[in-house]
Nanobody, 123 residues
Framework: QVQLIESGGGLVQVGGSLRLSCAAS????????MGWFRQAPGKEREFVGA????????YYVDSVKGRFTISRDNAKNTVYLQMNSLKPEDTAVYYC????????????????WGQGTQVTVSS
């Protein structure tokens, strides 16, 4: 079992930055690919990005490329989502998740989920 806890969400103005953290307990995160998803009110949960478990390769949805960066610190068993140049359309609840597969952009491939953290971008 893996327990994931996100933190770092909040209210930020357009163009601002936030860094989300996803801390794990129970098992080492290096065994999993780690993804970030988000869900805005009335919308489906969508893939934001992921980092694979073997080589640290990164994957992002087009709408966040160049603005968001995922990293992992295996020593701290933590994954991060650095979000820069935030836009109102980035407002959502952000979730981290762990998968033992290579299907990083598929929400159904993830075994474990955090509880989510709210990000609100105000204009």
């Amino acid at each position: 079992q893996v327990q994931l806890i996100e933190s770092g969400g909040g209210l930020v103005q357009v163009g601002g930055s936030l860094r989300l953290s996803c801390a794990a307990s129970g098992r080492t995160l290096s065994s999993y690919g780690m993804g970030w998803f988000r869900q805005a009110p009335g919308k489906e949960r969508e893939f934001v990005g992921a980092i694979d478990r073997n080589f640290g390769r990164l994957y992002y949805v087009d709408s966040v490329k160049g603005r968001f960066t995922i990293s992992r610190d295996n020593a701290k068993n933590t994954v991060y989502l650095q979000m820069n140049s935030l836009k109102p359309e980035d407002t959502a609840v952000y979730y981290c998740a762990a998968t033992s597969t290579n299907y990083y952009n598929n929400r159904w491939a993830y075994d474990y989920w955090g509880q989510g953290t709210q990000v609100t971008v105000s204009s």
